[in-house]
């Protein structure tokens, strides 16, 4: 999987598209608060723009177009962290959870249950 990386506004519509599994920027504009949606072009070319990056297929029917994701949210996740592990820890699982325990960001089941899975 080599698809170019998302900015901030294009992964928050890739989480929308995960969460419906499919439907149209009218969908998706329902998702978001009515303060905070912002015109319905705007999310059209962000979506469009998921499109050409190759994140969102889309099925046409006549002017409207179904959108749906082309990659799991799981695969985008695993490839977020290990650009993570790799851009911030040095590519180190062990400084990566070693970051998260020192800065409180794992309870102790949590802890207990990853030393768990490591046996």
């Known amino acids: 999987m080599n698809l170019p990386k998302l900015t901030k506004s294009e992964e928050e519509v890739m989480q929308m598209i995960w969460a419906t599994g499919r439907g149209t920027v009218s969908d ?7 303060e ?10 962000v979506v ?13 029917y006549g002017k409207t177009h179904e959108y749906f994701p082309l ?7 695993s490839r977020t962290l ?16 070693s970051h998260l325990v020192e800065k409180d960001h794992l309870s102790e089941q949590e802890i207990a249950e990853f030393l768990e899975k490591l046996k």
Request: overall charge positive.
């Open 28 to 34: 998706l504009l329902q998702r978001i608060p009515e």
């Open 36 to 45: 905070e949606r912002p015109p319905h072009s705007s999310l059209s070319s």
């Open 48 to 60: 469009r723009i998921l499109e050409k990056k190759g994140y969102v297929g889309y099925k046409a």
């Open 71 to 77: 990659i799991e949210k799981e695969a985008y996740g």
């Open 82 to 97: 290990t650009d993570l592990m790799r851009d911030y820890f040095g590519g180190s699982a062990q400084r990566l959870v």
